[in-house]
């Protein structure tokens, strides 16, 4: 199994990590759906190619093609609209008075449940820290019927998802030099 193989590759000093990543492969507050897309769309957001190889090949199996697609589309759309909309928090002024003007038609049409995408949507900007996404996905999922429970289980998906991600490239930024001098 590859979710096995990504715990293996998780160091000893990182062990709760690797406890909290497959405990939450299993996470029974969330659908089958919507815990298979949280850890794509949040391996997705995590920037790490092994991470992403390895959750893709766990989880995406559980998807169908529309909702793998969907889970893809909300890591890729909340990578524009994060950095766009943390401007615009930040900056304050007039720009949150002026339309945004980057397509963002998929999220109207996520070609799934619109709960689930707007759950990955709102993994990915956990992630990437965007608190005015984050208060605007969480909304739109609690008003369409998700419980705090669920909304926490998938930001808890995100956090552990990026904690092995980062571990993982601290690990191989830790060991490239020294395999680069043994040359």
């Given amino acids: ?3 096995d193989a990504l715990k293996d590759r998780i160091p000893d000093y990182a062990k709760d990590i690797r406890l909290n990543l497959g405990s939450l492969a299993t996470e029974p507050s969330l659908t089958t759906q919507q815990r298979a897309g949280c850890f794509i769309a949040a391996a997705l957001a995590s920037r790490n190619a092994e991470v992403t190889r390895m959750v893709l090949a766990e989880f995406g199996p559980q998807l169908s093609p529309e909702a793998l697609n969907a889970a893809k589309a909300a890591a890729s759309i909340m990578g524009m609209n ?3 909309y943390r401007f615009v928090h930040m900056a304050g002024g007039d720009y949150a008075t002026m339309p945004a003007r980057l397509r963002m038609n998929v999220i109207g049409r996520p070609g799934i449940d619109k709960a689930d995408f707007e759950l990955w949507s709102l993994v990915v900007s956990a992630i990437n ?3 005015m996404c984050v208060k605007s996905h969480e909304e739109v ?4 019927g998700l419980t705090q429970e669920q909304v926490q289980s998938s930001v808890r998906i995100a956090a552990t998802v990026h904690a092995v991600a980062a571990t993982l490239d601290g690990e191989a930024a830790f ?3 020294m395999a680069d001098a043994a040359e």
């Fill in 175 to 177: 060991f490239q030099p």
């Fill in 82 to 84: 994060n950095i766009y």
């Fill in 129 to 131: 820290g965007c608190e």
């Fill in 141 to 144: 999922v609690r008003s369409a």
């Fill in 1 to 3: 199994m590859s979710l």
